[in-house]
């Protein structure tokens, strides 16, 4: 069913997808991409969601809930200082400290 999806998702242009997909969407759509195993894929739109400040934080705080289940609570630790700088408003004290 997931690959199902994916693949319709892939014949929508550029036009369609602005439209469709908001930053809820786009979550979603990168969540199964990584269930399905296209785990840089979906990590390049989670990523692209959590730059864009118009997003809600709460669909930021779920990226950040998925990757420390699937990589491991402290995965940020090994970003790029840019990357994890993304996480830093959703993480506790102890954890801004590693």
Wanted: hydrophobic residues 40%; glycine residues 2%; contains cysteine.
């Amino acid at each position: 069913m997931i690959r199902e999806c994916l693949d319709f998702a892939k014949t929508f242009s550029d036009r369609e997808r602005s439209e469709i997909f908001s930053p809820m969407i786009w979550y979603r759509y990168a969540k199964s991409l990584y269930k399905s195993g296209n785990t840089e894929n979906a990590e390049s739109i989670f990523y692209t969601v959590l730059e864009d400040p118009s997003v809600l934080s709460s669909v930021k705080k779920f990226i950040l809930e998925d990757l420390q289940i699937w990589k491991g609570n402290s995965f940020y630790s090994s970003l790029t200082p840019e990357r994890a700088a993304l996480f830093l408003p959703f993480l506790n004290p102890s954890e801004k400290n590693i």
